[in-house]
């Protein structure tokens, strides 16, 4: 292929001179570039974007939850609704829509004029299609019902061409924040109908987005092109009309040094993942960084209050304010991240502040472990009927910084008589030891929803639930208030309710927040204008034109 | 028999080998993973994030035959293989066939370049050693091995990324499949590889210049020059031969770390990526395409000798060409064919 990058190339290209030199020249034209910075949207261009890796699958339903793939399938195919950063939804195929008192049946209106790009319409049939496979998946073709999808779903019939009806067996208020969610992409029909092998190759994946694939190589790159025709933006981007850019390249750079290096000479204009220390040199040069939180749960662990010594609610509070998180945010990140509130993240609509309950405070936290006949030992570790106050912690393989971070609440909870050991897995293993192992103290946690409906799922064993905290049903506030979420019919019920589970998960010290969760890391050239950031904080291009 | 039977003979024995060799590669792969617990496909949907039924995930595990006994799948995958259907990726769920053949030809260009990178810098490195005067640049000369050796092949990609790629713009990471990105990939790795060719290369050229066909030719008046390329150059090249062969696997190893650095899409990446998710029908394609290529590479390898030393061809008995064959297999060490060669010569 004949390199769309290369213009950009040859206008950066800087002659012969000191490393440090050519970067600070670099940056210097860089920054010169990005004064002219209210401009007007540009048409045209073909932006560069390097990805750490194009994840494993191309089936849309067989992706894992947080992928790589949602940056492809956001530009290629559109949703029902949209979600923005705030976890606000707002309409977008689905002009609009209505739900019956008992949340149990909703009514979409579908706009009339969008296409898939093979010429096929968007419509009440293709909605049906979709929500079918994503409630189902095809078992006997390969291919996964979507996980985060209700498991309440019954059916969807198509009432007109734009109207589809939607059946529940049981309230599920989360089914339209749902639609916004990365999973929930719509694609034609006549790609449902593909056997596994054939769904996994992106050139068959037909969607109605305002890019379509020109161009794709496993595991390298893949090459998305303008839709001319495309006219159906989500209302919140009140934008009309086709993207500005004509392509946009996602290339795979395994390399974190790589990608970083190639967007400081001008090679690429987005480096996707780069590590937090890397941030400052960066934004010094004038890059534009992006850390957009997405919703779900902040970055934390969760404690199973079967297992010793977390069985005992003073041991978890002791753990939970022998923490000090403002040490974390200084010493392991930047200023991007900020401090936990509660245990899901603030921009999700129903958090409320509980920053209390999990307050740093060591002097409480001893007489929490005192109360609870642990006293301390020769070596400084408590110990309470011979046996020492011990704690193994799982870094988290997900995200960059999770060994980091054990490493200094070891040495914290250390100060207070805990003994603190490290376990840290590749991804593969993790899942087999740990996300597998129903007998381990703690969790890390570090994953987005888009409804906080998502969490009335996850807390007891009801209901084919995770069962977070090891507790089954005992705990009957914990049932009482999971039930009231999950039945919940109007969302101010559901809020109160909400806040109710916060204060009483973060009080019981069954969830010890670490701090808000930034998993996706841009950092971005000064000539991009015009990017947006939805829900699951993942980068789109629809509306972004380049500065020259 | 007559030489001409014999050597067909050999070549029969020879190309079984390759066979066996191949059939107990796809076989071992299969066993050695199909013992680690878990499967790509299980593995995604037991996420409990996910929250499908038993029954859910029993009908897709169904689906890809992996709920059958280890047995049965060995069994499916061999019929398969022996038509040469490599099966789908349990993983991207794509043709393995289609992986690979994506995947090879980026690994083939960096191997290749590699290799003639290597040669071509052992050699000048040899060469220097012999005809710079003693004094000063042949010392340094020696120490280029060592030195090249002891530094990692990411750190020399990094370097040559910097300055080539991010400094100069002579090549870009985001076409890695250029002549110019090949090149500088192909050198990264080359470099550590000429380093262990140079220094046999190195004790060849000492060795025989020692011998009594050099210093006969030297007291008939011909010059250093004359003597290293007229004389020298093939026997010290035999032992080259054997260490070419084994450095073969080594460059498809270090593409791995290679084409992380440099962005490229190769072999390398693909092992990588089915290691960690435990795609099995893609490991044991890799793991029989690796065989067939050292199979390969040894037969030519030892072919190749008699062409470079006469002297091989004078002494060598076939029938005990198949006996140094084993050795240089793929889990062999490279000396000792080349003792096997050198006692014949001698």
Redesign the interface.
């Known amino acids: 292929m004949t ?1 769309p ?1 290369s213009r950009t ?1 040859r206008r ?3 002659a ?2 000191g ?1 440090t030199a ?1 970067i600070a020249l670099l940056a210097g034209c860089a920054g010169g570039s990005s004064g002219s910075d209210a401009s007007a949207p540009q048409e045209g261009g073909d932006l ?1 974007f ?1 990805i750490d890796s194009l994840g ?4 849309p339903n ?1 992706g ?2 947080s992928s790589f793939q949602g940056h492809i399938f956001d530009h290629i195919t559109d949703k029902l609704v949209y979600v923005d950063e705030n976890g606000q939804a707002s309409p977008w195929i689905a002009e609009s829509w209505e739900q019956n008192d008992a949340a149990t049946e909703f009514t979409l209106d579908l706009r009339d004029d969008a296409t898939f790009s093979d010429g096929s319409p968007l419509d009440a049939e293709a909605v049906v299609a979709n929500l079918d496979a994503w409630a189902f ?1 095809d ?7 979507i ?2 999808f209700p ?1 309440t779903y019954e059916q969807a019939e198509a009432v007109d061409e734009q109207t589809v009806r939607v059946e529940f067996s049981a309230p599920t208020l989360g089914f339209i924040p749902t639609l916004g969610y990365h999973g929930s992409i719509l694609v034609s029909p006549e790609t449902l109908e593909l056997p ?2 054939e ?3 992106l050139d068959n994946i037909v969607g109605s987005g305002p890019f379509v694939v020109d161009s794709w ?5 893949v090459v998305l092109t303008k839709r001319d025709d495309y006219d159906w933006n989500p209302e919140a981007f009140d934008r009309e009309g086709p993207a500005n850019l004509d392509s946009l ?1 996602y ?5 974190s ?2 990608r970083t ?2 967007v ?2 001008g ?2 204009h987005v480096a996707y993942n780069v590590t937090p220390k890397e941030l400052a040199g960066l934004e010094q040069q004038g890059f534009t960084i992006g850390l957009p939180q997405y919703l779900g749960f902040v970055e934390g662990l969760r404690l199973n209050a079967r297992i010793a010594p977390f069985d005992d609610v003073k041991v978890r509070q002791a753990f939970q304010h022998g923490i000090d998180r403002e040490d974390l945010l200084s010493t392991v990140y930047t200023d991007g991240w900020a401090a936990a509130e509660s245990f899901i993240q603030s921009n999700v609509p129903e958090a409320t502040d509980h920053s209390e309950a999990f307050a740093y405070d060591p002097e409480r936290a001893e007489q929490l472990l005192d109360e609870a006949g642990w006293t301390p030992g020769a070596d400084g570790v408590r110990e309470k009927d011979g046996k020492r106050l011990e704690v193994t912690l799982y870094s988290n393989p997900y995200i960059v910084t999770g060994a980091a971070v054990d490493e200094l609440i070891a040495q914290q909870l250390g100060r207070i008589g805990f003994d603190v050991s490290i376990e840290s897995y ?3 293993t993790y ?2 030891r740990v ?2 192992n129903a007998d381990l103290s703690n969790y890390p946690v570090s ?1 987005s929803f888009v409804d906080a409906g998502t969490v009335a ?1 996850i807390l007891t064993d009801e209901n ?1 639930g ?1 069962d977070w905290f090891g507790v089954g049903t005992s705990d009957e506030t914990l049932t009482r208030l999971q039930d009231e979420i999950a039945q919940a019919t109007d969302a101010d019920t559901r809020a109160a309710a909400l806040d109710e589970l916060q204060a009483y998960v973060l009080e019981q010290a069954y969830f010890i927040p670490r701090t808000q969760m930034v998993q996706r890391i841009y950092a971005q050239s000064p000539d991009v204008d015009g990017v947006t950031y939805n829900a699951l904080a993942y980068a789109n291009y629809t509306g972004a034109w380049l500065n020259d | 028999m007559t030489r001409n039977q014999t050597y067909l003979w050999y070549g029969a024995r020879r190309l079984l080998q390759a066979g066996v060799v191949i059939v107990l590669a796809y076989a071992l792969t299969f066993v050695v993973i199909s013992v680690l617990p878990g499967d790509p496909v299980s593995n995604t949907l037991r996420n409990p994030q996910n929250g499908f039924s038993e029954e859910e995930i029993d009908r897709i595990v169904a689906y890809y035959g992996l709920d059958q006994p280890v047995l049965v799948q060995l069994w499916d995958a061999f019929a398969r293989f022996v038509v040469g259907d490599l099966g789908v990726s349990l993983r991207s769920n794509l043709p393995v066939s289609r992986l690979i053949g994506e995947a090879l030809p980026s690994t083939l260009a960096l191997a290749g370049t590699a290799l003639v990178i290597a040669v071509v810098l052992a050699f000048l490195v040899a060469y220097g050693t012999q005809r710079l005067p003693r004094r000063w640049g042949q010392g340094a000369l020696r120490a280029f091995p060592s030195l090249f050796l002891s530094v990692p092949n990411f750190v020399i990609g990094m370097l040559l990324l910097q300055y080539f790629a991010f400094q100069l713009g002579v090549f870009n990471v985001i076409d890695p499949e250029s002549g110019a990105a090949t090149f500088f990939a192909a050198l990264a790795l080359g470099i550590p590889v000429s380093a262990q060719l140079a220094e046999v290369l190195i004790a060849g050229f000492d060795h025989e210049s020692r011998q009594e066909y050099a210093t006969v030719a030297r007291s008939r008046g011909l010059t250093e020059t004359g003597l290293l390329t007229r004389h020298l150059l093939r026997p010290a090249s035999l032992p080259v031969v054997t260490v070419l062969a084994i450095t073969i696997g080594e460059l498809l190893g270090g593409a791995v770390i290679t084409e992380a650095v440099f962005g490229r899409a190769g072999i390398g990446s693909l092992v990588q990526r089915s290691v960690a998710t435990q795609d099995l029908p893609v490991l044991q394609a890799v793991v029989a395409l690796a065989a067939v290529v050292f199979v390969v590479v040894n037969l030519v390898a030892d072919l190749s000798y008699p062409l470079l030393d006469p002297r091989v061809k004078r002494t060598a008995r076939w029938s005990r060409a198949p006996r140094s064959a084993e050795r240089a297999g793929p889990a062999s060490p490279a000396d000792a064919s080349t003792v096997q060669r050198k006692e014949s010569i001698a």
């Open positions: 390199h990058f190339l950066r290209f800087i012969v001179s490393g050519a560069t390097l494993d699958t191309w089936v067989n894992s939850i998946g078992p006997e073709n390969g291919i996964n019902p996980g985060l498991k596994v092998e769904q996994a190759d190589k496993e595991a390298d790159n390249t290339k795979q750079v395994a390399e040094a790589t290096g190639a400081q000479s090679q690429a590749d991804v593969v899942g087999e996300i597998a994953r799922s084919n995770e």
